[in-house]
């Protein structure tokens, strides 16, 4: 038998209703072996997490403020989940856990993650499955790194017999024990983690929409949604902000070669978007998989003649940007100029100490300093293969009247990298995807 491990986030978890769905979608197939869980989410826009809930019961800890008055709301949270699931369960208990702990200044990531540990624990009672808390099987380093190496030894050492478990996400141990937390929306990576232990075959990341969409749904009308992704492309859009998983969730299971599956807990019978090495023989595709931007680029543009014969120039210009903390987004060159595209915001904090750096060390004819960029990404395995995409883009964005201020291309033809003013930009992600996905 194959074995499926899922990962639900804070929707799809955020009350006993949308827990019994979650149940149902486990039940329903004997391949969806473990669960890992997020804490209880967001039931309507305007609701709270219940991670967010408790980083402020942290933070009024430790300003000695009280801190009674949230935790009587988590309890709360917890309490109508549990009586709506009909399961007996002491929330209490876990509440004077936690309140004994903060007699003793624990740190903000044990807060944080019993979000998830409660939330875990119930959902195990619920399914009759077995609780594994992520604090046994998921290690740091004395770094606060991941340690990929014990971690994964001691989450297959724990699971290997287990017919089935429930683990939360978003949290591990320091090897004195401590808790730690991965970044916001860890539960991805925690999920990622034991579906590569467990030698998974799938990852099912559950969450409130059903995968990923070619386009930012904010700015084109209905985007088309995205049925096949590779890594690749997916790591193209994601670094744009189009992404609807943690961007470390995806590293594990791409190393041992498991798919992601994408779905929608509200929507099941959707297939969402499958995240793999290479698509499916017989898949048919666009050229164009998805397109996603964002603003607020500045682009440093230095020039020298004969810079084309002077070895090492654009090393260094980078190191100027890379010592200061700056990493460089694009580095279009032509035979005198080379422009670094940073990131607007990182680049003003340092423009002093970089501007003077260039100007001794490099000594260039010019400096042209160009603010309020967006960049562009259109991104799509097919386009190495299909002539013509260019400039079916390009003439979309002239139809459009708008004027190009920087084309890239990645060295594998995997995407085209388009700079355009920051005020173009929603103008030309909708001119871009009405010609490059709509129509094909
Ligand atoms: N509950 C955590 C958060 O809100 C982790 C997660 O849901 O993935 O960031």
């Known amino acids: 038998m194959r074995t499926i491990t899922v990962k639900f986030g804070g929707t799809s978890l955020a009350d006993s209703a949308q827990i019994k769905k979650v ?3 486990v039940k329903a197939n004997p391949e969806r072996k473990y669960l890992v869980a997020s804490a209880p989410g967001k039931r309507s826009s305007d609701d709270i997490k219940v991670t967010d809930m408790l980083y402020s019961c942290y933070s009024e800890y430790a300003k000695g403020s009280e801190y009674s008055g949230i935790l009587a709301k988590i309890r709360q949270r917890y309490a109508e989940i549990i009586s709506g699931l009909g399961i007996d369960f002491d929330i209490g208990a876990e509440i004077h856990a936690i309140e004994d702990e903060l007699r003793k200044y624990p740190p903000a990531d044990y807060l944080a993650s019993r979000g998830e540990y409660i939330n875990s624990k119930i959902i195990a009672k619920y399914l009759d499955w077995p609780f594994v808390d992520a604090a046994e099987v998921i290690f740091f380093t004395e770094n606060g790194i991941f340690d990929g190496e014990k971690t994964f030894m001691a989450v297959n050492e724990k699971l290997r017999s287990m017919p089935n478990a429930v683990i939360p996400g978003f949290y591990g141990s320091m090897p004195d024990g401590s808790i730690k937390t991965f970044s916001r929306g860890g539960s991805d990576v925690t999920g990622s983690i034991i579906a590569r232990s467990t030698r998974s075959d799938v990852y099912e990341n559950w969450t409130d929409v059903s995968g990923m969409l070619s386009a930012d749904p904010r700015i084109v009308d209905s ?5 096949h992704i590779t890594y690749t492309e997916l790591r193209e859009l994601s670094y744009m902000g189009a992404s609807v998983l943690h961007e470390d969730a995806v590293f594990p299971v791409r190393k ?6 994408i779905r ?7 297939p969402g978007t499958l995240i ?3 698509v499916p023989e017989g898949v048919k595709r666009r050229p164009v998989t998805g397109i996603a931007g964002r603003r607020g680029f500045t682009s440093i543009r230095v020039e ?3 810079m084309n014969g002077e070895t090492g120039f654009g090393a260094r210009l980078l190191y100027i940007f890379s010592r200061n903390g700056v990493p460089f987004e694009h580095c279009p060159t032509g035979i005198d100029t080379i422009s670094v595209v940073v990131n607007g915001s990182l680049f003003e904090a340092k423009r002093e100490e970089i501007l003077r750096g260039i100007k001794n060390e490099l000594a260039p004819d010019f400096i042209t300093i160009e603010k309020g960029l967006a960049v562009i990404a259109v991104v799509g395995e097919g386009m190495s293969g299909s002539k013509g995409t260019a400039a079916k883009a390009f003439a ?12 890239d291309q990645g060295s594998d033809e995997l995407n085209i990298i388009i700079g355009v003013d920051d005020s173009d930009y929603e103008k030309a992600v909708k001119s871009l995807y009405s010609a490059m996905i709509d129509r094909n």
């Open 276 to 278: 793999a090495a290479s």
């Open 264 to 270: 929608n807990t509200n929507r099941p019978d959707d």
């Open 396 to 407: 979309a964005l002239a139809g459009a009247d708008i004027n190009i201020r920087m084309i």
């Open 223 to 227: 985007p088309k949604g995205i049925e």
């Open 23 to 25: 149940a149902e979608i």
């Open 256 to 261: 041992a070669g498991i798919p992601i599956n």
């Open 304 to 306: 020298k003649s004969q």
